[in-house]
């Protein structure tokens, strides 16, 4: 059964850094392309990052220069590196693999939360 299981939320403080993981199983990870998105209150979407399965990544402006993701394709991993958090920051993240090689999927794990308060 595939999963995806993010870990590394929490709360913290303005200025301060989370690390994201998510742990990809029962798929060709290597393969993968992975996004992370974030929800917000307000019901609101918004792709914040994306690795593709050759490592080329994409930022959403308003985290660039303040995030990183990147994978670790020995441990079927993606992460992202979260600095210089602010309030308007303040979501659930997810992960998501949305290409297998070139097919598109959309497997999804279940969040985790983030909090940052000014």
């Known amino acids: 059964q595939v999963q995806l299981v993010e870990s590394g939320g929490g709360s913290v403080q303005a200025g301060g850094s989370l690390k994201l993981s998510c742990v990809v199983s029962?798929?060709?990870?290597?393969?993968?392309?992975v996004a992370w998105y974030r929800h917000f209150p307000n019901d609101q979407r918004e792709l914040v990052a994306r690795?593709?399965?050759?490592?080329?990544?994409f930022y959403a402006d308003s985290v660039k220069g303040r995030f990183a993701v990147s994978r670790d394709n020995s441990r079927n991993t993606v992460s992202l590196h979260m600095n210089s958090l602010k309030p308007a920051d303040t979501a659930v993240y997810y992960c998501?693999?949305?290409?297998?090689?070139?097919?598109?999927?959309?497997?999804w794990g279940d969040g985790t939360q983030v909090t940052v308060s000014a």
């Open positions: 998501k693999v949305d290409q297998i090689g070139d097919i598109k999927y959309a497997y």
């Open positions: 029962e798929l060709n990870f290597p393969d993968c392309s």
């Open positions: 690795i593709s399965a050759e490592s080329s990544t």
